[in-house]
């Protein structure tokens, strides 16, 4: 059964406040919502002991506005923000999105699509010339959530362009790993 449509009139996307990254409300709010996205989107590929993101990082994406809100102004302030996408440029005229998450009681109602889309005009506003991402993966197995995500990405004309060894890039997590792992790189030319 498809989720109830949102009200898109009391959605708002939009950039950090100066001070918003001393909100301690907010902080937590961003890591429950991204942690419990990267646990079902990346289960079985991890060790029960892994975090996809911290207090202290999301207080400093917060600071740095590298990081896309969006909001529903129709709910109490401490579940008003659904879902997030961090955006940084990295070089090359290239924006890296990643992080990209929604509350788990409003998945599956369109809210994904629309902070990629803010995080395109975001870096259309920046002056970048593409859009980067990296889709991490079980080098073995198929992950249904995973093989989702690469229909969804190729949907929103990002392609493939590169393989990468994740014990080599990322030696530091390799102890918290469940399975092996490969990333790809996908580009999306704006």
């Known amino acids: 059964m498809a989720a109830a ?17 001393t909100n301690q409300k907010l902080v937590d709010r961003l890591v429950d919502v991204v942690n419990e996205a990267y646990t079902f989107g990346e289960a079985g590929m991890w060790s029960s002991e892994f975090r996809r993101t911290t207090a202290d990082e999301v207080e400093d994406l917060l600071r740095s506005k590298a990081v896309l809100l969006l909001e529903d102004l129709s709910r109490p302030a401490d579940t008003n923000i659904l879902g997030q996408v961090v955006g940084k440029s990295v070089g090359n005229a290239e924006v890296e999105v ?29 002056g970048a010339k593409a859009l980067r991402l990296e889709l991490l993966t079980p080098r073995d197995w198929d992950h249904p959530e995973k093989v989702k995500l690469d229909s969804w990405y190729r949907n929103l004309c990002f392609q493939p362009t590169a393989s990468g060894d994740f014990r080599n890039e990322f030696p530091h997590l390799c102890a918290l790993l469940a399975t092996d792992v490969k990333f790809t790189v996908y580009i999306k030319p704006l």
């Open 98 to 126: 990643g992080m990209l998450a929604v509350a788990a009681n409003v998945r599956g109602r369109g809210l994904g699509s629309m902070l990629m889309a803010g995080a395109e005009l975001r870096a259309r506003e920046l």
């Open 5 to 21: 449509p949102m009200e898109k009139e009391s959605l708002q996307l939009r950039m950090p406040t100066d001070q918003e990254h």
